[in-house]
């Protein structure tokens, strides 16, 4: 899942040193998990489910929030965001023979 944002143009007069992204843990709670495989300069980030804690058909709250020298920004608004499972695996291939078309 990819999950993108403007940059806050905001910044209280001091430049924006780093943001924060949560998420939930996949049940209707607020987001409190901070997300550690985020850089915390990008405009957007990918989540998977080998580093992040997202499993296929989860549906997620997110939200990001700038730090500066005067400290914490307020939270955005809540983003929900649904994981989509993965495809299944083809059937197996079988090889087909062709009839040739030389005369």
Do not use: C
Not at 83 to 90: C, D, H, I, L, R
């Amino acid at each position: 899942m990819e999950v993108a944002f403007d940059l806050s143009v905001n910044n209280g007069g001091s430049p924006i040193d780093f943001y924060e992204l949560q998420i939930n843990d996949g049940t209707d709670i607020e987001p409190s998990i901070l997300v550690t495989t985020y850089d915390g300069i990008s405009t957007s980030h990918i989540l998977d489910d080998l580093n992040d804690p997202i499993v296929d058909g989860g549906i997620y709250k997110l939200r990001i929030r700038a730090h500066n020298a005067r400290g914490y920004g307020e939270w955005s608004t809540t983003l929900r965001a649904g994981v989509t499972p993965k495809p299944t695996a083809p059937a197996a291939l079988s090889r087909v023979e062709l009839a040739s078309t030389r005369t």
